[in-house]
C-alpha cells in the first residue's frame, strides 16, 4: 500500500524531461511511437466519460486516500520510460497468484489484468457493481511494457461493501484530476493529445461495449435454474403450470452438490419461500442475494454487488440498520424474514477448524402480522377465506373464515350466508378490514367482491391465493391443533362452542389454512398462546352490509379513502389505541336491544351531567398504554426462549420484554385505581355499577400491587433495563405467574375501553355545537298511538335533524328539518317519503343525516336533532350513487339493479331502506317502470320505512293519494333578474328546506349553468325542452287524475269487483258485508286525501 502511494505520488508530479519537452515549441514525438503505431484498441489517451472516481476501502483509514493514476502519455523520447519502468515494477509484484488475492483482500477495489483488452478476463473482487459507471478500464500500449502486452487496470469505482440508502453518489475525484490534468497539457500544446479521433472514437466504443457486457451479465443470475423460462416449484411444475406453487423453487440435485455450506444454509431455507424476502446474517451485515437483491435494489436504492453467498448478486445492510430497512419493505407489502446466526464465530471455531456457522430462519414478518414498529392504533388483521358448494333451493353460498389480530394475540372464526350480490361477504371485510386475505380457491363473483372492496380505504388489502393443500380437512386440523399444541389456554370444549357457527367443517378449514400459513411464517408462539372466539358479522345487532357501510362513508370517504368526512371520525374522541379499536367494532354492531341501548345512553348522559367525573376518567387515560397488545405481547414469550438464544440480539429481545412487562403491570394498576374511582364515586350515573363493578377487583388490586414490588425490586429501571444472565429465568417465572389471571386482566382492559369510547360519545356531544338530544326507543310491536288499534308498524321521527358533520349551510346559517315516518299523531302512517326537488337541493344530504342518526341512536349516542323518537331498525338498506365497476364488466345500471336486488330480497318491516334516483342508468322508460314497481313493492308489500328521491315526478301522481306515502321536496327559490328569456338566467338558490308536496321540476339547465355549460348550449337546451313537453304532454294527461286515486284503491277497486262478481247462488250475509265494508272504506279514504 505505501509503495503503491508512492508511486502514485510520483504519477502526480511531471518529470524534468517532460517540463523541459513543455517548455519547447511543439517536441518530437517517440520514434518507436512513430515506427509502431500502438492499436487502436489501446489508445487510453482520451479521458473516459465515468473513468477514476474516487476509490475508498472499508479497510482503508481516512488519511491513507488512494491516489489516481491515469495515462501519462506524454510525448518526448524520455517521457515513456518513467512510466514503463513503473509498470514493470506493477508487473514484478503482481508475480504470484498468492500475492494478487492478497492484494485484492487488502485493498478490495483495484485489480491488474495483464491479458489484452480484448480477451476474456474474469477477474474475482470482494465487491464488483453491476452498473457501467462502476468501472474503469487503463490501458497503455504493450510496447511501453518492453513488449509484454497491454497492460490493463481494472478500477472498482465504488465503495467496498453495500450502499446504504443514505449514501450517495460521490463526485469522481480521479476524474477531475486527470481532465484537469489533461486541460493543463492541451494549454501548453502537448502532442500527445491531438491523436486522431477516429481512433479515440473506436477505443471509447469498445470500452462502453465491454462495459455494457460486463452489466448485462451482472444483472443476469449465474444460476440457471432461476431464469424465468426454466424456473420451477418444488414439485417441478413450471410457471405456466395452473398448479405452480410461486412460494417454492426447485434446485437441481448437482446444483447443491457444487455448493458450499453457506450458500446451502440460505439456499435450503430461499427455496422454501420464494414469496419472502429473506436476509441472511453475515457477521455484522444482514445480505440479500439474486432475486431478493433486486428488490433491495429497487425498493431501497441499495447498489449491487457480485459477492456474498457464491458470489452472486447481493445487496446488504449492516445488523445497525436492519430494522429500518425491514419495516421499509414490509410498509410496499413485502413478507420479510431474517436468517440469523446461532452461535459467534469463536462457538463455530470451537467445534471444529471447519466448522460452518449454524444459521436458522427465526421469523418471518408480514404487512398482516405486524406487532412492532409503525403498526399505529387500527387493529391490522389476516384473514383466511373458505367458499363453500353453492346451496342451490336457497340460492346461496356458505362461506368459512377466520381471521387474527397477531398485535393482541386474538383470533375468531364464523360462517356466513351469502348471495350473488355477496352483501354479507362485503360486510366481512368492512367490518375486519384485513390487510391481507388468503384463500383456496373462490367463484367468480367472490372474487370480483374480494377486488371491489380490496380498494376500498387508504389501506389496500393483499389477496394470496394458497395451494388447496394449505386448507386442510376438519378432522386433519383438530388433529394438527392437539399434536402442536396451539390454543392451550383454551378448553377441550372449545371445538363443540364452534358448532353453533353454522358448516362446522368450512370453519374447521379456514382455521386451518390460517394455522398453517402462520406456522410457515415461523408463528407458533402466537398459534400456541392465542385467545379463540367466535365471530358473528349480524347476530344480535343492527345490520349493514358492505355497500351500505361504503354508501354512508362510516370508515372511509368516497374521495380519497381517508378518514375525513366519516362517522368514524365524528365519533372518535377515544384516549387509549384500544378504545379506538373498540369504537370501531360498536360502529359495525349497532345494538338492537332496547335495554342494551338505554344502559350506554344513561352512562352517556352521566357523563355530559358531570363533566368533573369526564375529566378523572380522560386524565387516567391518558397515562395508560394500549394494554391489550401489551398483553398478547406477554403471552405471545410463554414458552418462547429460542429468540434470547440469538447471539448479538438476544440481549435486546430479553431487555424489549421486560420492558414490555414492566409497561403492562404499571398501566393496569392506572385502570384498576380509575374503576375503584368509579365504583366508590357518589357519580349517580344509572348503569355505571353494571359495567365497572366487577368481582375480582378487589383481589386484582392486590396481586398487581404484589407484581409492581416484583417489578421494583428485579427491574427497578424496566425501561431502560440493564440485562443480566439471570434476568431471563426471574422474568419468565414473573410472567408465568401473570398469565395465570389474564382473563381476569382481559376483563378489566375491556371495561377501561368501554369507558374510553362512552366518554367519546359525551365529549361528541359536548363538542357539537348545534342541538344534541337523547333517543327515546319505542316497541314496534307495541306503539300505537290509539290504543283500541292495531299496530301501526315501526316509526321514526325527528325534529330539527342536521346532518353532524356535512351541515348544509345558507346566508342564514344552519338549516334543520322534520323526518316522520309511520304512525302521525293524527292517526295516519306514512311509511315512505317520496322526495323530489331540485339537483344540488340537499335530498342525498338529508337521507345520509336520517341514517346516520338511526345508527348513532342505536350504538348509544345523542343523535343531531331537538328531539328524536324511533323503534329500533334490524337492518339498513341504501342505494345511493351513480358508480360502475369497469373491471367487473358491470355498468352504472348493473350495479344500481344488484344492490337494489338485495334490498327487495331481505328488507323486513322493520328495515330503514334509502333509494336514490333508481333508475337513472338507463332509458327514461325503463328507469321510470323500475322506479315505480320497486317503490309500489316496498310501500305496499315490505311496509318499511322508506326514503325514496327521484327525478321521475309522474311518480309523484301516481302516489299522491297513498295512504303511506308522504310528498316532500327540497324547497327553492329564485333571484328575480330583469330581460331573462328563460329560467336559466335566474339564480337558483337552494333553501335546504324540507317542504311539503311534490316539485314540479328539477332545474337541471340550472345546474348545468352553474356547472360551466356555456349559456349559448343551455339556451338550446332549453328551447329543445319546451318543445318537447309539448309533444308528449297528452300522453301524460291521464296521469293526473292519478293523484286523486291511488294504487291502493286500485286494489280497493278489483276486490269489489271480484265480489261483485259473484254467482247469485253463493251470495251470503258475508259476502254482503265484505262489499259494504269495502266501500265505505274507499269512500272514506278518498274524501279524507281530497
Known amino acids: 500500500m505505501q509503495r503503491q502511494r508512492s508511486i502514485l505520488s510520483f504519477l502526480r508530479r511531471p518529470s524534468s524531461e517532460t517540463e523541459r519537452s513543455h517548455g519547447g515549441a511543439s517536441p518530437n514525438p517517440d520514434p518507436i511511437h512513430r515506427r509502431n503505431p500502438p492499436p487502436v484498441d489501446s489508445v487510453a489517451e482520451k479521458p473516459l466519460r465515468d473513468a477514476f472516481p474516487e ?39 503482481n508475480r504470484s497468484e498468492s500475492s494478487i488475492k492478497g492484494n485484492k483482500e487488502a485493498s478490495g477495489s483495484l485489480n491488474f489484468d495483464t491479458r489484452p483488452l480484448g480477451e476474456s478476463s474474469e477477474c474475482v473482487k470482494t465487491e464488483t457493481p453491476l452498473t457501467e459507471r462502476s468501472k474503469t478500464f487503463i490501458t497503455v500500449s504493450s510496447t511501453d511494457f518492453n513488449g509484454e502486452g497491454p497492460l490493463q487496470f481494472d478500477l472498482d469505482a465504488d465503495n467496498l461493501g453495500p450502499e446504504t440508502p443514505a449514501m450517495r453518489p460521490r463526485v469522481p475525484r480521479f476524474k477531475r484530476v486527470q481532465e484537469d490534468c489533461l486541460d493543463m497539457n492541451n494549454k501548453q500544446g502537448s502532442p500527445s493529445l491531438c491523436s486522431s479521433k477516429r481512433a479515440k472514437s473506436l477505443h471509447d466504443s469498445l470500452i462502453e461495449k465491454k462495459a455494457q457486457s460486463e452489466a448485462s451479465e451482472s444483472v443476469s443470475s449465474k444460476f440457471e435454474w432461476l431464469n424465468p423460462s426454466r424456473i420451477r416449484d418444488a414439485n417441478g411444475r413450471r410457471a405456466d403450470d395452473p398448479f405452480y ?50 428488490i433491495g435494489q429497487k425498493e431501497l436504492d441499495w447498489k449491487m454487488t457480485i459477492s456474498g453467498v457464491g458470489k452472486c448478486r447481493q445487496v ?147 389477496l394470496t391465493p394458497l395451494p388447496s393443500a394449505d386448507f386442510l380437512e376438519a378432522a386433519e386440523v383438530r388433529k394438527l391443533i392437539h399434536t402442536k399444541g396451539y390454543f392451550r389456554a383454551l378448553s377441550d370444549s372449545w371445538f363443540s362452542a364452534l358448532d353453533s357457527l353454522g358448516n362446522h367443517d368450512l370453519v374447521m378449514s379456514a382455521l386451518g389454512g390460517l394455522v398453517g400459513h402462520l406456522s410457515r411464517l415461523m408463528l407458533d408462539d402466537a398459534l400456541r398462546n392465542g ?34 368526512g366519516t362517522l368514524y371520525k365524528h365519533l372518535d374522541h377515544c384516549i387509549t389505541a384500544s378504545g379506538k379499536r373498540l369504537l370501531r367494532r360498536w360502529i359495525c354492531h349497532p345494538l338492537k336491544d332496547i335495554d342494551d341501548i338505554n344502559d350506554r345512553l344513561n352512562i352517556v348522559e352521566g357523563f355530559i351531567k358531570n363533566s368533573g367525573l369526564v375529566s378523572i376518567v380522560v386524565q387516567h387515560l391518558r397515562r395508560i398504554p394500549d394494554l391489550e397488545r401489551l398483553l398478547g405481547r406477554v403471552k405471545s414469550t410463554v414458552g418462547s426462549s429460542s429468540a434470547l438464544l440469538l447471539p448479538l440480539i438476544g440481549d435486546r429481545v430479553l431487555k424489549q420484554r421486560v420492558k414490555t412487562f414492566g409497561s403492562l403491570v404499571k398501566g393496569l394498576r392506572i385502570g384498576i385505581d380509575l374503576l375503584n374511582i368509579l365504583q366508590k364515586e357518589d357519580h349517580e350515573i344509572l348503569s355505571l355499577s353494571k359495567v365497572v363493578n366487577l368481582q375480582t377487583l378487589s383481589s386484582l388490586c392486590e396481586l398487581v400491587h404484589q407484581f409492581e414490588v416484583a417489578l421494583d425490586d428485579d427491574f427497578p429501571q424496566y425501561q431502560d433495563h440493564v440485562v443480566k444472565d439471570s434476568d431471563a429465568d426471574t422474568l419468565a417465572v414473573l410472567v408465568d405467574l401473570f398469565i395465570g389471571k389474564a382473563t381476569e386482566w382481559s376483563k378489566v382492559i375491556d371495561v377501561l375501553n368501554c369507558m374510553d369510547v362512552l366518554q367519546s360519545f359525551a365529549s361528541t356531544t359536548i363538542s357539537s355545537h348545534c342541538s344534541m338530544s337523547r333517543p327515546i326507543f319505542l316497541c314496534s310491536n307495541s306503539y300505537s298511538m290509539k290504543s283500541n288499534q292495531e299496530d301501526k308498524g315501526p316509526i321514526l321521527r325527528m325534529k330539527g335533524l342536521w346532518h353532524p358533520y356535512a351541515i348544509a349551510e345558507c346566508e342564514n346559517g344552519l338549516v334543520p328539518n322534520d323526518i316522520s315516518l309511520g304512525e302521525d299523531s293524527t292517526g295516519q302512517n306514512l311509511s315512505a317519503l317520496l322526495l323530489t326537488g331540485p339537483n344540488m337541493g340537499g335530498k342525498s344530504t338529508l337521507m345520509r343525516a336520517t341514517c346516520l342518526s338511526v345508527i348513532l341512536a342505536q350504538l348509544g349516542c345523542y343523535v343531531p336533532c331537538e328531539s328524536c323518537v324511533l323503534s329500533p331498525a334490524d337492518i339498513i338498506f341504501t342505494r345511493l350513487g351513480a358508480t360502475d365497476r369497469i373491471m367487473s364488466g358491470e355498468s352504472t345500471f348493473f350495479v344500481e339493479c344488484a344492490e337494489t336486488a338485495s334490498v327487495l330480497r331481505n328488507a323486513t318491516r322493520d328495515s330503514l331502506v334509502l333509494l336514490d334516483e333508481l333508475g337513472r342508468g338507463t332509458s327514461t322508460f325503463d328507469g321510470y317502470a323500475i322506479a315505480y314497481a320497486v317503490f309500489r313493492h316496498l310501500v305496499e308489500r315490505v311496509c318499511c320505512r322508506l326514503l325514496f328521491a327521484t327525478h321521475y315526478h309522474p311518480l309523484t301522481k301516481e302516489f299522491a293519494s297513498h295512504p303511506h306515502v308522504s310528498l316532500q321536496h327540497m324547497a327553492y327559490t329564485f333571484m328575480p333578474k330583469n330581460g331573462s328569456s328563460f329560467n336559466g338566467d335566474r339564480e337558483l338558490i337552494f333553501l335546504y328546506r324540507l317542504a311539503h308536496g311534490a316539485c314540479s321540476e328539477s332545474y337541471g339547465l340550472q345546474v348545468a349553468q352553474m356547472a360551466g355549460i356555456p349559456k349559448i348550449i343551455v339556451e338550446a337546451a332549453s328551447k329543445s325542452g319546451q318543445n318537447m313537453r309539448l309533444k308528449i304532454s297528452d300522453n301524460f294527461k291521464s296521469s293526473e287524475g292519478r293523484s286523486e286515486f291511488s294504487t291502493l284503491h286500485e286494489e280497493w277497486l278489483k276486490t269489489l269487483l271480484g265480489v261483485s262478481g259473484i254467482n247469485e247462488a253463493c251470495w251470503d250475509e258475508d259476502a254482503s258485508d265484505t262489499l259494504l265494508c269495502l266501500w265505505h272504506e274507499l269512500k272514506s279514504q278518498y274524501r279524507s286525501v281530497k
Not at 427455496?271 to 437483491?293: R, S
Open 316 to 462: 446488504g445492510i449492516s445488523e445497525a440498520g436492519i430494522d429500518e430497512a425491514v419495516q421499509k419493505l414490509i410498509a410496499r407489502g413485502y413478507k420479510v424474514g431474517r436468517i440469523e446466526q446461532l452461535e459467534t464465530s469463536d462457538q463455530a471455531k470451537a467445534r471444529g477448524p471447519n466448522s460452518v456457522i449454524q444459521r436458522k430462519l427465526v421469523h418471518v414478518s408480514t404487512p398482516s402480522t405486524l406487532v412492532d414498529g409503525s403498526v399505529g392504533p387500527d387493529a391490522v388483521h389476516l384473514l383466511a377465506l373458505k367458499e363453500g358448494n353453492r346451496v342451490s333451493e336457497k340460492g346461496s353460498t356458505e362461506y368459512g373464515f377466520a381471521f387474527l389480530d397477531h398485535a393482541s394475540l386474538k383470533f375468531w372464526v364464523g360462517s356466513i350466508f351469502d348471495d350473488d350480490s355477496c352483501a354479507a361477504i362485503g360486510a366481512l371485510l368492512m367490518q375486519v378490514s384485513p390487510r391481507e386475505v388468503i384463500y383456496e380457491r373462490l367463484s367468480k363473483e367472490t372474487h370480483m367482491a374480494l377486488t371491489k372492496y380490496a380498494s376500498a380505504g387508504s389501506v389496500k388489502m393483499q
Open 55 to 93: 476509490i475508498r476501502g472499508t479497510d482503508t483509514p481516512p488519511e491513507k486516500l488512494r491516489r489516481p493514476f491515469f495515462p501519462a502519455n506524454n510525448g518526448g523520447g524520455g517521457g515513456a520510460r518513467p512510466i514503463s519502468s513503473i509498470m514493470q515494477k506493477f508487473a514484478r509484484g
Open 245 to 294: 406453487d410461486k412460494r417454492t423453487l426447485y434446485i437441481p440435485p448437482d446444483a447443491l452438490k457444487k455448493m458450499s455450506a453457506s450458500q446451502k444454509q440460505y439456499w435450503s431455507e430461499k427455496c422454501k419461500y420464494m414469496d419472502v424476502v429473506l436476509f441472511f446474517k453475515v457477521g455484522k451485515f444482514y445480505e440479500l442475494y439474486e432475486l431478493d437483491a433486486e
Open 531 to 564: 385467545e379463540l372466539s367466535p365471530y358473528h358479522i349480524y347476530k344480535s345487532c343492527l345490520r349493514m352490509d358492505g355497500q351500505t357501510l361504503v354508501n354512508l362513508e362510516i370508515f372511509h370517504n368516497n374521495i380519497d379513502g381517508g378518514l375525513s
